[in-house]
């Protein structure tokens, strides 16, 4: 069974930095696409990055320049890097993995505040 686990969210300053981790267990993953999205109070999920088996990577504009995703396809983990962190960037982080059968799995979420 798969399972995703989220970890590295907290509250931040504006300008800040974090680092989100999601553990994968329950398969193996490395061809699996894997990626990040968010949820912000009464707003819809949104796609933050994501990263193919192969390493290539995608960002929402909002993310674009700010985020990195990566991968260690050794240990199962994704990690999403974001700095110049915003209030904007407020919301609950979702890690995703979608594998080449088309099944997607959700973690549970770990919630950024960006705030002073």
């Known amino acids: 069974q798969v399972q995703l686990v989220e970890s590295g969210g907290g509250l931040v300053q504006p300008g800040g930095s974090l680092r989100l981790s999601c553990a994968a267990s329950?398969?193996?993953?490395?061809?699996?696409?894997m990626g990040w999205y968010r949820q912000a109070p009464g707003k819809q999920r949104e796609l933050v990055a994501i990263i193919s088996s192969g390493g290539n990577a995608h960002y929402a504009d909002s993310a674009r320049g700010r985020f990195t995703i990566s991968r260690d396809n050794a240990n199962n983990t994704m990690y999403l890097q974001m700095n110049s962190l915003k209030p904007e960037d407020t919301a609950v982080y979702y890690c995703?993995?979608?594998?080449?059968?088309?099944?997607?799995?959700w973690g549970k979420g770990t919630l950024v505040t960006v705030a002073s």
């Open positions: 329950g398969s193996r993953f490395s061809s699996y696409a």
């Open positions: 995703n993995v979608h594998s080449p059968m088309g099944m997607d799995y």
